[in-house]
């Protein structure tokens, strides 16, 4: 390439600073770079720049070296005087040398087991030991952040895996006083362990299960840990380690899981809340709701054919549900609703979901006029999200408020809150118009109206509710249930006593003049004993006086046998019943013999209106006069 020489008018014609000459190069030399000098030459030196602090410290900000080890010095010392003459110590007078580091009781197994992983693993720490592992642990270590992360890991791991959080759960379990209602139930030991640890990995936003430091510093483990003492009641506490959300969580998915084998279905989930997610949406959830960092590989469960997710994808699907203004529940719905994986929710993707919210519509009754049409609704998310391109929204599109894309998925995800959520912005509107005339009309300042904007604006939001108001309306309703369940169940444990004693005393007095060795004769003598039973409850209401036949039927072997308060011998019982069973034969034999003497036989009836008392009572006289001589006639 062949440099062109500019013509010396060229140069003439340039105006420059009175502080720069431009000179033309020699026409012998052709070149394209104008050289440039300066009058004055004696020109200050260059400032020197000054380094940048450093203002990222990524494991906590450095103190002075000085304090640093007066620190170190400090707990050596008391750590010595709590050794005292003792060589080593266990995992459970370990307590005291945990809170002379600093550290909360429940981290108390994870030190002891992180130091003694770095030795020979024999389950107790000498003193030299001790030294040597606390240095190591703690160098570099200026915050409780990044000392816990590094107490927690696995030595050259530079990420926490969720059976890292077991030390510390099992110290919670096994010695906080809130929870040793559970020492005897391991199950449900195990239930909470593993509610909690999930629920700190959906806090720290990592479902691939490998935390990092800057995750493990959203989950907020170190706060809570240090404000979970013994005195705390956990039915209380709003954070991970809440046995009440606990309790939530379980019950729910307990509902969902027919077999109970901690693994749930299509349609097994197609059921939550009475059927409140569209079948398009329940499918989603089952591909792409399963969580990486608690994946298990079952024959015939998580990664079979059929998709299922454990208990703890469910919780990872309900602390989403109830909550999708967060950043873990909007990236959770946005994975679900992106259905080729192209980080775009478009129009075509979202009017699938909407046929389904069109379907409910109609099964609610809603008219063809009065139903509300997809290209309203892609307007009004428009108007709500403002993507960069209409009808395409990105993840960080619905990132810039959570509110809004909540929102934004409960439109096409669950109908019920979509309803809501509508009739709230109606009301919403029209409750500060109200506050807006009633302020006007009071004459406030401005002041007073820049505050009631500001109410406004945060108003103007509608979130249904959180988790922790969720976790607390959910409790309240299971033990309403459980009370109304164990109120019913002592209901029906009264009347079952009642009935079983009912039987009993049928059973004892059918025994008690009864043959068990002659079933046939059971019935004939049971006849014969009721006619005579009630033919000597007629002769006590008609007042008849036979003092002959009164004294016939005390020597007489007895019909209706009486119970006494102390049970007879056995070799009473089996004589007694033997000489009543053999009487009663006879006796009914005796009445079958003369039945053709007997003129008639008297049976309670109904009272016909023509017979008189006088009539009744010659019928009664006769029959007490015929059984008597039959009594008579027996042989004794």
Sequence with gaps: MTATTLPSAFYSSITCPPSVVVTPPDSDTPTNIISMTTKDDNKPPPVPRHAIPQFFFPHGKPVASEERDRKNRKIMAIVRHLYGVQSYLL????????????????????????????????????????????????????????????????????????????????????????????????????RYIETVICRLYYEARCPSGKMSLSQFRKSDFCQMIHMLGPNVDLNSTRDCFSYKHFYVLYCKFWTLDDDHDLIISESNLAKYNQAALTPRVVHRIMHCGRIAAFARDQSGGVWGDAPTLTYLDYIWFLLSEVDKSTPMAIEYWFR??????????????????????????????????????????????????????????????????????????????????????????????????????????????????????????????????????????????????????????????????????????????????????????????????????????????????????????????????????????????????????????????????????????????????????EEREDRAAEWIWWLSRQRLSEPS
């Design 91 to 190: 995992e459970s007078h370990f307590v005291a040398i945990t809170r002379t580091c600093g550290l909360p009781r429940y981290m108390n197994i994870a030190l002891f087991r992180r130091i003694d992983s770095m030795h020979q693993r024999d389950e107790r720490i000498t003193y030299d030991q001790f030294s040597h592992g606390w240095t190591e642990l703690s160098r570099d270590r200026y915050d409780d952040e990044s000392l816990f992360f590094n107490i927690l890991r696995k030595p050259g791991c530079a990420w926490l895996l969720p059976e890292d959080f077991l030390p510390v759960l099992e110290d919670i379990v096994l010695h906080h006083p809130g929870l040793r209602f559970l020492a005897d139930n391991p199950m449900f030991q195990e």
């Design 336 to 613: 679900c609703m992106d259905t080729d994986g192209d980080g775009i929710l478009s129009s075509y993707e979202l009017a699938q979901f909407w046929q389904e919210q069109e379907a409910r519509q109609r099964f609610y009754g809603v008219a063809d006029d009065d139903q509300i049409q997809f290209q309203n609704i892609l307007c009004q998310m428009n108007d709500l999200i403002q993507p960069q391109v209409p009808g395409q929204f990105r993840l960080h599109d619905l990132k810039r408020n959570g509110y809004l894309a909540e929102r934004f998925f409960d439109t096409f995800v669950n109908f019920d809150r979509f309803q809501i959520h509508e009739s709230y912005q109606g009301s919403i509107r029209a409750k500060r118009k109200q506050e807006q005339d009633k302020r006007r009309q009071d004459g406030l300042s401005s002041a007073v109206e820049d505050e009631i904007a500001a109410l406004d604006d945060s108003l103007s939001y509608f979130m249904i509710s959180d988790w922790c108001e969720y976790a607390e309306a959910e409790y309240q309703q299971l033990l309403l249930s459980e009370r109304n369940d164990i109120v019913w169940d002592d209901d029906e444990d009264d009347d079952e006593p009642d009935e079983e004693e009912e039987e009993e005393e049928e059973e004892e007095e059918e025994g008690e003049y009864l043959s068990q060795d002659d079933p046939p004769a059971m019935t004939t003598v049971s006849e014969a004993d009721e006619d005579r039973l009630f033919s000597e409850e007629e002769d006590d209401d008609e007042g008849m006086k036979n003092p002959g036949s009164d004294h016939d039927s005390d020597t007489s072997a007895p019909t209706t046998p009486t119970k006494d308060p102390t049970p007879a011998p056995p070799s009473w019982t089996s004589v007694s019943t033997q000489t009543t069973t053999t009487a009663a034969t006879e006796a009914v034999v005796q009445v079958k013999h003369n039945e053709s003497s007997q003129p008639w036989l008297w049976q309670p009836h109904d009272e016909d209106d023509h017979d008189d008392e």
